[in-house]
């Protein structure tokens, strides 16, 4: 039987409330500005396009208006600024792996966006059939020697006009031929080795020497069943942690309905040891009367525990070794209380033993409402990390807008 969990109506008013103030906090912002002004991005920020409401109080008419801000202008003092940085950040990222501008073999990183969008950078090689537009260099006509390249580099603002805030600059560069790796050297001969086997024979012997270097041959393994035997281990331990999470998920719903049937099932045993039953005929009275379905008995496992306890001592057992055995698969403090008082009885006797488990079932009852009251806690506190989330969800989408139309 699944649990309820009672939702407390303070703290979903509360929500409600703090939602509403934070709904009624961004309308105000919104309205407080002033529509006939509009404040504009900085210099270099994009265009922002504002949704308005265009009235004509003689005409008594209106029409929605769109109107696109541009961003401020440059000044000259922040135009050589930005053009300056933007010159000095293309020529460190143009050299991409190369060291130098005199020693160039690697291909060139030709960036378009400087400073942040603000700049666009075009390039014009000189010769120009030596390196393409994305900077990679056409070594085939590269001579041995090298070859003096001169790169004309134009910076323009992103938002000018044609003409206007552009600086040309020239970049000498020198091309080299790259020397080539030892390993490439070989993996060349190699290939030239295999392409003239001869393919008549039966197997294929690979060289063991090459341009004066040993060659040793490994094949490489790629372990599969090592690594199958390692998803198998892995997914072996991950099953294990599940039946034991299971287990304990389940051990806890047991001992859960234990502490529910405690009070219910004290307060009926209270009541027939007063109609003059005895402990085995109470006992019994009770597994007759509460344990009559397979459905009851997983609901209420007590009177489970209770059958199988009363059919050991059917067989033979002795009373308190059976009853020694329920306290041991209850293993709740309750119930050995309960037994023990039991098993006093039947050991002592007394006129007494009916008022103690009337008294041990109103306790019952008492604790039962403290550990349901506890639980009902503890439910609130795990629903309020999903609420205390939503809440700041609400909040982005509430205050986003704000702040923006403030510009901030």
Request: with cysteine; proline share 4%; net charge negative.
């Amino acid at each position: 039987m699944k649990e309820r969990i009672k939702v407390n109506p303070k703290r979903l008013l509360l929500l409600a409330l703090v939602l509403l103030a934070v709904g009624l906090l961004a309308d105000i912002c919104e309205h407080v500005q002033d529509t006939e002004v509009i404040k504009r991005r900085d210099a270099g920020s994009q265009p922002e396009t504002y949704q308005y409401y265009l009235e004509v109080p003689e005409l008594g008419e209106g029409i929605p208006y769109e109107i696109k801000v541009d961003a401020k202008s440059y000044t000259s003092e922040e135009r050589d600024r930005v053009l300056e940085e933007a010159m000095l950040e293309q020529q460190r990222r143009m050299l991409g792996d190369n060291e130098t501008f005199d020693e160039i073999s690697e291909p060139l990183c030709l960036v378009e966006s400087l400073c942040h969008g603000q700049v666009k950078a075009t390039y014009e090689f000189s010769p120009a059939d030596v390196v393409t537009k994305d900077g990679t260099i056409r070594m085939e006509r590269i001579p041995k020697e090298g070859l003096d390249i001169l790169v004309e580099v134009k910076l323009a603002l992103a938002d000018a006009a044609e003409g206007d805030a552009v600086q040309y600059y020239e970049i000498p560069i020198t091309i080299i031929q790259k020397e080539p790796q030892i390993l490439q050297v070989l993996q060349q001969e190699l290939e030239q080795y295999l392409s003239e086997s001869d393919r008549s024979e039966d197997a294929l012997k690979l060289p063991t020497e090459l341009k004066g270097y040993s060659l040793k041959w490994k094949k490489q393994y790629h372990f599969y069943g090592l690594k199958i035997i390692a998803l198998e281990v892995i997914v072996g331990i991950l099953l294990l942690l599940l039946q034991e999470e299971k287990k304990k998920e389940k051990k806890e719903q047991y001992q859960h309905r234990l502490r529910m049937d405690y009070p219910e099932v004290l307060g009926l045993f209270s009541v027939l040891l007063g109609a003059g039953m005895t402990i085995p005929q109470a006992l019994q009275k009770l597994v007759e009367q509460r344990a009559s379905s397979e459905k009851e008995r997983e609901m209420h496992p007590i009177y489970q525990e209770l059958s199988r306890t009363l059919w050991e001592i059917k067989e033979g057992e002795s009373e308190r070794k059976a009853f020694e055995e329920l306290a041991e698969r209850v293993g709740l403090q309750e119930y050995r209380r309960w037994i023990r008082l039991m098993m006093q009885q039947k050991r002592e006797g007394g006129g007494r033993f009916v008022e103690e488990i009337t008294y041990e079932a109103q306790q019952a009852y008492l604790n039962q409402k403290n550990y349901v009251k506890k639980m009902g806690e503890e439910a609130g506190t795990k629903m309020l990390l999903p609420m205390m989330g939503l809440l700041c969800i609400v909040f982005g989408i509430v205050m986003v807008p704000a702040l923006l139309s403030f510009r901030i």
